[in-house]
Nanobody, 125 residues
Framework: QVQLVVSGGGLVEPGGSLRLSCAVSGRTFSSYSMGWFRQAPGKEREFVAAINWNGVGTNYADSVKGRFTISRADALNTVFLQMNSLKPEDTAVYYC??????????????????WGQGTQVTVSS
């Protein structure tokens, strides 16, 4: 069974940075696209960023472009989300998810079959 373990959330002041990590079990991590989503209180879960299986292609929500960077380390079975210049509106529970094998980047929840447990990110002074 595939497991995704998310870490790195916390409380940060506006303008600060955090790096989220998502460790994925299994031997074929490098074959799958990976994505990050978030859900703010009272809102639906939304797409944040994704990276394709070979690490060449990425996609970002407009709200995070230029501030967030998704990357992957296949040797560690881990995907990262580096978040800079954080704003209060970035406050949410952040989830990582595994997409389909050798598939293009997906931006919809249905494009992802396995999800991590989520980590809280709070941006506040």
């Amino acid at each position: 069974q595939v497991q995704l373990v998310v870490s790195g959330g916390g409380l940060v002041e506006p303008g600060g940075s955090l790096r989220l990590s998502c460790a994925v079990s299994g031997r074929t991590f490098s074959s799958y696209s990976m994505g990050w989503f978030r859900q703010a209180p009272g809102k639906e879960r939304e797409f944040v960023a994704a990276i394709n299986w070979n690490g060449v292609g990425t996609n970002y929500a407009d709200s995070v472009k230029g501030r967030f960077t998704i990357s992957r380390a296949d040797a560690l079975n881990t995907v990262f989300l580096q978040m800079n210049s954080l704003k209060p509106e970035d406050t949410a529970v952040y989830y990582c998810a595994r997409g389909a094998r050798f598939a293009q980047i997906g931006v919809r929840e249905v494009d992802y079959g396995y999800w991590g447990q989520g980590t809280q990110v709070t941006v506040s002074s």
